[in-house]
Each structure stands twice: as structure tokens, then as C-alpha cells.
């Protein structure tokens, strides 16, 4: 880590808000450049994680023509007189004579010499012959129907999910090349927050050290529960000695609170005294402006990284979709998250010069967003029924029938949106 510095008036001061979207792009490009380490995992490992190579097939798939039906490998016309049966699993032998067929199962080898197969349905059997009319579409699968040795099937930064795995075990894979998960930390700041209990005398419960935590492992992050530290007090060595043994482990440290200048926001001259660089330090966007994200390298080259979430907490969730999601899109080397679009039932006003994230819930069925009541930046009521939030652009407002772009609440790892 870099040597440790004392910050100045003019080390602290913020410079102008950075564009919500030029923000995006910026956390993406830096998280792209430290894209962590790829690793090999069992199958059943690796949902959630991302693919660090081409996902390929190791045979045609098919490998051998295979049955789709139960019935009767037969060899030219009929009847057929049985001369044995063919169950999957098994290497059968050839037809050779004309007019023999064997009984087959669905998923069987077809057996070479096979002219066509019969459905069990569409054939009688009688002294030991087999009668009835093939289809004239063959009823079994070529090798390579699906894939042949070698293709590509899917590409490097592609998701797994449960159908990918599905996929690879179909190709032969055991083992697949993946980004490995980002290991994530939270310190939560503000000497006024209680952790047990009903708010009262001054102080409110801390709703970020439950929720975010959740959120990271939603994002595909791994968090502990040691993970996880606050309140810390409300004093710059405090803040230090926090911060430098999260980032111990961590790839990614996010924080809560103490992204101004007020007399108890020690952030800033913490990250200063670590010796950090500002990749974005406040953003355009209501509500959340306040958020930062910074970058530390150690001499070695090892990159890690701290959000400053504003403590207020919906302005705390629109710091994660805005800043850490296409982060750790970069840092798990999958492209940059590609915004849907929905049509606005009501009317959402704007935010100045600002970009508005206005919360949202989706009819996903007639594509149409609903502003939800409740989103003041200290409320999360409107947050618990949202789908996530409409992006209002500077200078523009939303209009009843505006198609516009919504960030989306994540997801489960592995999860596909309906």
C-alpha cells in the first residue's frame, strides 16, 4: 500500500460532480482493468461466477446417432425378424443383414446399418416379426446436431447460471475456467446509529449493515460475516485502522456515511491517508449525489477498491446500482450491464442538471413502469415494493408513455429476470 500521507484543505476539496452515465462507464473501465484472477471449479461451483474462457464442446454433440423414440432399429424393408435390443448406455452391434432389426430405447446408440427406426406405436409384432411404415423424417439425432468438437458455444464473460452448467456437463466439462467471486467488506460509520432495537433519543437503526451486505451477495460478492464492521467511531484514526484491515482481504470495501465534508465525515482524509485515487468522487445524480468510489494499488500491483455509500439509504442503494454494479461487471470481466427499457404509466419529474433515479415497480407483462410512493433518500418503504429506478436524464422530465431506461434491483446469482 502507498505510503501513508496527511491530508490538506486542498487534498479534500470535491471537485464537480462527475455525469451519472460518464460515472458508469468510468467504475466499469477501471474494474475491467483489474479483472480478478480466473480459476478452475467443479460444476457445481460455479453458478453466479462468470466464464474466464469459451465455453467449447468436447465431442459432437451428439456423439453418436442416437435414438429419439422407443421402437425398432430396423435395416431395409420389412417385416423384420428381432435379433436383439439396444438400451442406452450401450454399444451396439451392427445390422448386417437386411430385414433384422433390434429393439431400441429413446437415448439409445442407433446401431450401424440402421436404416431407420419405427416407433413402438406406429409397429405389431407377431411370430417374432416386426411390421409397420418408418417415417420419412429419420427419428434420431446426427452427431453434431448441436454442436461439433471444438465449437465455441458461448463466449468468455458470459453468466453462469443453472442452464450453462447444464450445458458444459453435456459437453463432457467437469471443471469450468471462471472469474473467481469478489470478496467484499462493509464498515458502517456514524456514532449516532443503534444496531438493536427501535430507534428513539437521537438515534436511528442502521438499516445498511443488515441490507447491504445482502445486496453484495446479490451482485455475486462473497461477504462474511466478520466481514462486516460498525458502527465505527467517529474519529479519523478510527476510520483508518478500519479501513486498512478490511482492505486486507477485501477486493472491494464499500462504507457507509461520511461522504461530505461535515466535522464527523472522516472518509475523505481517510482515503487520502491511504493513499487513494479518487475514481469518482460525486455524481450528478439525485438522490445519492454525495457517492465516491476510490482505487488503491499496492506495490505488488494489487488493485482494490472503496465505495462511499451516502448514509442516507435509499441514497446508499442508488450508490450501488450506479457505481458498484457495473464495478464488479468489470471486475469479473462481463460486458457492462445493458439498461432495459420500460414505457412510464405516470409522470416523473426531473432533477435539474441532474440525472434522476426514481423508483420503479415493473409490469413486466404490458412493459410499463409505476413510480412507487415513499422514496425520500432516509426511506426504504418505497424501496421494499420497487423493481428498481427509472433513469430521468439532466435537463429532461418523464411523461406518461416516455419510453425510458430502469436500472434493475439485482438478482440472485444465477437468477434470470421473468
Given at each position: 500500500?502507498?505510503?501513508?500521507?496527511?491530508?490538506?484543505?486542498?487534498?479534500?476539496?470535491?471537485?464537480?460532480?462527475?455525469?451519472?452515465?460518464?460515472?458508469?462507464?468510468?467504475?466499469?473501465?477501471?474494474?475491467?482493468?483489474?479483472?480478478?484472477?480466473?480459476?478452475?471449479?467443479?460444476?457445481?461451483?460455479?453458478?453466479?461466477?462468470?466464464?474466464?474462457?469459451?465455453?467449447?464442446?468436447?465431442?459432437?454433440?451428439?456423439?453418436?446417432?442416437?435414438?429419439?423414440?422407443?421402437?425398432?432399429?430396423?435395416?431395409?424393408?420389412?417385416?423384420?425378424?428381432?435379433?436383439?435390443?439396444?438400451?442406452?448406455?450401450?454399444?451396439?452391434?451392427?445390422?448386417?443383414d437386411d430385414g433384422t432389426t433390434v429393439e431400441i430405447a429413446t437415448g439409445a446408440?442407433?446401431?450401424?446399418?440402421?436404416?431407420?427406426?419405427?416407433?413402438?406405436?406406429?409397429?405389431?409384432?407377431?411370430?417374432?416379426?416386426?411390421?409397420?411404415?418408418?417415417?420419412?423424417?429419420?427419428?434420431?439425432?446426427?452427431?453434431?446436431?448441436?454442436?461439433?468438437?471444438?465449437?465455441?458455444?458461448?463466449?468468455?464473460?458470459?453468466?453462469?447460471?443453472?442452464?450453462?452448467?447444464?450445458?458444459?456437463?453435456?459437453?463432457?466439462?467437469?471443471?469450468?475456467?471462471?472469474?473467481?467471486?469478489?470478496?467484499?467488506?462493509?464498515?458502517?460509520?456514524?456514532?449516532?446509529?443503534?444496531?438493536?432495537?427501535?430507534?428513539?433519543?437521537?438515534r436511528v437503526r442502521d438499516a445498511l449493515g443488515p441490507a447491504v451486505p445482502a445486496?453484495?451477495r446479490r451482485y455475486g460478492c462473497q461477504v462474511r460475516p466478520s466481514d462486516v464492521?460498525?458502527?465505527?467511531?467517529?474519529?479519523?484514526?478510527?476510520?483508518?485502522?478500519?479501513?486498512?484491515?478490511?482492505?486486507?482481504?477485501?477486493?472491494?470495501?464499500?462504507?457507509?456515511?461520511?461522504?461530505?465534508?461535515?466535522?464527523?465525515?472522516?472518509?475523505?482524509?481517510?482515503?487520502?491517508?491511504?493513499?487513494?485515487?479518487?475514481?469518482?468522487?460525486?455524481?450528478?445524480?439525485?438522490?445519492?449525489?454525495?457517492?465516491?468510489?476510490?482505487?488503491?494499488?499496492?506495490?505488488?500491483?494489487?488493485?482494490?477498491?472503496?465505495?462511499?455509500?451516502?448514509?442516507?439509504?435509499?441514497?446508499?442503494?442508488?450508490?450501488?446500482?450506479?457505481?458498484?454494479?457495473?464495478?464488479?461487471?468489470?471486475?469479473?470481466?462481463?460486458?457492462?450491464?445493458?439498461?432495459?427499457?420500460?414505457?412510464?404509466?405516470?409522470?416523473?419529474?426531473?432533477?435539474?442538471?441532474?440525472?434522476?433515479?426514481?423508483?420503479?415497480?415493473?409490469?413486466?407483462?404490458?412493459?410499463?413502469?409505476?413510480?412507487?410512493?415513499?422514496?425520500?433518500?432516509?426511506?426504504?418503504?418505497?424501496?421494499?415494493?420497487?423493481?428498481?429506478?427509472?433513469?430521468?436524464?439532466?435537463?429532461?422530465?418523464?411523461?406518461?408513455?416516455?419510453?425510458?431506461?430502469?436500472?434493475?434491483?439485482?438478482?440472485?446469482?444465477?437468477?434470470?429476470?421473468?
Open positions: 500500500m502507498r505510503t501513508e500521507t496527511t491530508p490538506t484543505a486542498d487534498q479534500v476539496a470535491a471537485p464537480p460532480p462527475a455525469g451519472w452515465e460518464e460515472a458508469r462507464s468510468r467504475v466499469y473501465a477501471v474494474g475491467l482493468a483489474a479483472a480478478l484472477p480466473a480459476v478452475a471449479r467443479p460444476l457445481v461451483d460455479t453458478d453466479g461466477l462468470t466464464l474466464a474462457e469459451p465455453l467449447t464442446t468436447r465431442t459432437d454433440l451428439p456423439a453418436f446417432p442416437t435414438s429419439s423414440v422407443d421402437g425398432w432399429a430396423v435395416r431395409g424393408d420389412g417385416p423384420w425378424r428381432i435379433v436383439g435390443r439396444v438400451l442406452a448406455g450401450n454399444t451396439p452391434a451392427p445390422l448386417t446408440m442407433v446401431p450401424a446399418g440402421a436404416s431407420a427406426v419405427l416407433r413402438v406405436e406406429e409397429s405389431t409384432v407377431a411370430d417374432g416379426l416386426v411390421s409397420g411404415t418408418p417415417r420419412r423424417t429419420p427419428e434420431w439425432r446426427q452427431p453434431g446436431e448441436e454442436a461439433y468438437a471444438d465449437e465455441e458455444l458461448l463466449p468468455v464473460g458470459t453468466p453462469v447460471d443453472p442452464a450453462v452448467i447444464g450445458l458444459a456437463a453435456s459437453c463432457g466439462h467437469d471443471t469450468l475456467r471462471v472469474r473467481r467471486a469478489p470478496r467484499a467488506a462493509l464498515l458502517v460509520f456514524g456514532d449516532e446509529l443503534l444496531t438493536a432495537g427501535p430507534p428513539g433519543a437521537g445486496w453484495l464492521v460498525g458502527p465505527v467511531a467517529d474519529t479519523l484514526p478510527a476510520h483508518v485502522a478500519a479501513l486498512r484491515a478490511a482492505l486486507t482481504n477485501a477486493d472491494l470495501v464499500c462504507t457507509t456515511g461520511g461522504t461530505m465534508h461535515g466535522p464527523v465525515d472522516h472518509l475523505h482524509p481517510t482515503l487520502e491517508a491511504l493513499g487513494a485515487d479518487y475514481v469518482v468522487n460525486t455524481v450528478a445524480v439525485r438522490p445519492g449525489f454525495p457517492m465516491l468510489l476510490a482505487r488503491l494499488v499496492d506495490p505488488d500491483g494489487r488493485v482494490r477498491f472503496v465505495a462511499g455509500l451516502p448514509g442516507n439509504p435509499q441514497s446508499a442503494i442508488v450508490a450501488l446500482v450506479s457505481l458498484v454494479a457495473p464495478l464488479l461487471a468489470g471486475l469479473t470481466g462481463r460486458s457492462m450491464p445493458v439498461l432495459p427499457q420500460a414505457t412510464l404509466a405516470e409522470a416523473v419529474p426531473g432533477r435539474g442538471d441532474h440525472t434522476h433515479l426514481a423508483l420503479v415497480r415493473l409490469d413486466r407483462a404490458a412493459g410499463t413502469a409505476y413510480p412507487v410512493r415513499h422514496v425520500g433518500s432516509a426511506m426504504l418503504r418505497g424501496l421494499a415494493g420497487a423493481d428498481g429506478f427509472a433513469v430521468i436524464r439532466p435537463g429532461t422530465s418523464g411523461a406518461p408513455g416516455d419510453r425510458v431506461p430502469i436500472v434493475p434491483l439485482p438478482l440472485l446469482p444465477g437468477e434470470r429476470a421473468s
